[in-house]
């Protein structure tokens, strides 16, 4: 496929992603586009496609809020296939994005498992969207949307601590490596505050010295 052909295959994809995610901060473009850096950071060391990632990491929440089965990634992975062979994508790299975005998530792994160095990528990608500082925060505001307590947010903050060592890549495991002594910091005060016992309220120094200023 000629340079100039792939570059306006990605700047549509780009479009078309912007077009069809939600319209929030939890899976919204502003997510794909973080994964898609990621992705691209992960390619250069690990040797990968990099077309075949920045087009997978764009297109792999497109079936989020347009679900006609229970999965997201099914439903992702259906509307891109017809999108990318719209836009005239031979097959054989149409299939090779469709298999990144049907075994992104963790959550789905038991049922499809990342063999390719593209899907083992794309799903590190997307991981070290949930740790981190973003993570953290996208846990609160998932649980926004949905309507839940922070008891809710907390649960889902232990559960990405147990994903810290869920990377494929040596490159995403070090950096994910690097984001897991906030990760454990967090939560512990996160759990802290929660039952009502933050450093702060236990600090009575730090109540006066703010009080009389
Ligand atoms: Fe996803
Ligand atoms: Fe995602």
Redesign the pocket.
Known sequence: MEINDINKIILETKKYSRQMVPKDLH?GFE?CQR?RDYALLIAKTEKADSNILEIASYL??IGRGHEKNQYHTKTSAELAKTFLTNLGLPAEPTQKIIHCIETHSRKLRHRKTPKSIEAKILYDA?GL?MIGAVGLLRTALSAQVQGKDWKHVLKKARWRLKIKNDFLTLTGKKIAKTRQNLLVAFINQLMKELENKTCALEDNNFCSKTITK
């Open positions: 899976h997510h994964v792999h929440d997307d969207e």
